[in-house]
T-cell receptor, first 114, second 110 residues
Framework: EPEVTQTPSHQVTQMGQEVILRCVPI?????FYWYRQILGQKVEFLVS????????KSEIFDDQFSVERPDGSNFTLKIRSTKLEDSAMYFC????????????FGPGTRLLVL | DAKTTQPPSMDCAEGRAANLPCNHS???????VYWYRQIHSQGPQYIIH???NNETNEMASLIITEDRKSSTLILPHATLRDTAVYYC???????????FGQGTTLQVKP
């Protein structure tokens, strides 16, 4: 069964460094999302992306964040200058259908900012 | 914020049906009821969704009351691997944003 994959599974970085989290959505899906979950807290929406542009973003998704679909298979989340509070699990999701079609999540990348 | 109310925790005996309730009294006509679950810190897993009618798939059944103000997710024969946090989410086509609450922690016991 097709799955969303994410790399790396774990990333440790120094505060102020740039990180890029990578996702390969399910192949025929056209709608892409990023969420994050700080340890012990709720899963939070960051951004949705369709047709090579952001559809919606949350207050968390500030100028330090960007998303890109650099080719036909990858979907990336970049954090330009990481902060301690960016430490979290980051989940990518994709959907074949527009909202409210089901979103399928990847296993996540655990980001630790020191 | 999440527009659903779920009990924080429930227990279920292995092999029995697990019935997870959810209240969504302010649901709008174009909002679907979605259920996801999260095992440990893995990515949320889609289970099932519905608008008005009851739905069933290979994982679960979803029973939505006629007034749509509440629903129940049924895992017909719970196993230890069903131990997880279960999220009930109301979701419309107006936004691609899934809003997760605290969910119900289901503990399946031998």
């Amino acid at each position: 069964e097709p799955e969303v994959t994410q790399t790396p599974s774990h990333q440790v970085t120094q505060m102020g460094q740039e990180v890029i989290l990578r996702c390969v959505p399910i192949s025929n899906h056209l709608y892409f999302y990023w969420y994050r979950q700080i340890l012990g807290q709720k899963v939070e929406f960051l951004v949705s992306f369709y047709n090579n542009e952001i559809s919606e973003k949350s207050e968390i998704f500030d100028d330090q964040f960007s998303v890109e679909r650099p080719d036909g298979s990858n979907f990336t989340l970049k954090i330009r200058s990481t902060k301690l509070e960016d430490s979290a699990m980051y989940f990518c999701a994709s959907s074949e259908d527009p909202p409210p079609g089901p979103q399928y999540f990847g296993p996540g990348t655990r980001l630790l900012v020191l | 914020d999440a527009k659903t109310t779920q009990p924080p925790s429930m227990d279920c005996a292995e092999g029995r049906a697990a019935n997870l309730p959810c209240n969504h009294s302010t649901i709008s006509g174009n909002e679907y009821v979605y259920w996801y679950r999260q095992i440990h810190s893995q990515g949320p897993q889609y289970i099932i969704h519905g608008l008005k009618n009851n739905e069933t798939n290979e994982m679960a059944s979803l029973i939505i009351t006629e007034d749509r103000k509440s629903s129940t997710l049924i895992l017909p024969h719970a196993t230890l691997r069903d131990t997880a946090v279960y999220y009930c989410i109301v979701y419309s086509g107006n936004t691609g944003k899934l809003i997760f609450g605290q969910g119900t922690t289901l503990q399946v016991k031998p």
